[in-house]
């Protein structure tokens, strides 16, 4: 249910000029456990898609919290990967 998803920022709205923090491509959409999980860089995303999870995330909360390695976003395009870049160097807990 799309209703439920929510805009999520790659690159923080705090650290992105004008012109990204509107850009489009500066955004995901994610469903709230993963939203969260993505700003405080406990999940990121490669640049196919496929979710990059914490080695912070014990393997009982990632099943908690129902995320898996075989996870990966439905549509990515070019332009999202110089922020998705971003959030790997500079917010994801490797």
């Given at each position: 249910m799309?209703?439920?998803l929510r805009?999520?920022?790659i690159k923080p709205w705090r650290t992105s000029s004008n012109h990204e923090r509107l850009d489009?491509?500066?955004g995901l959409l994610l469903n709230p456990n993963l939203d969260v999980l993505f700003d405080y860089g406990y999940i990121?995303?490669?640049n196919e898609g496929t979710i990059l999870i914490s080695e912070e995330?014990?393997?009982e909360e990632?099943?908690?919290l129902d995320i898996n390695e075989k996870m990966a976003l439905s549509q990515?395009?070019?332009n999202?990967?110089?922020y998705l870049e971003f959030h790997r160097n500079s917010i994801f807990k490797r």
């Open positions: 799309v209703k439920l805009a999520s920022h489009h491509y500066n990121s995303f490669n995330l014990q393997e990632k099943n908690i990515i395009e070019d999202h990967q110089e």
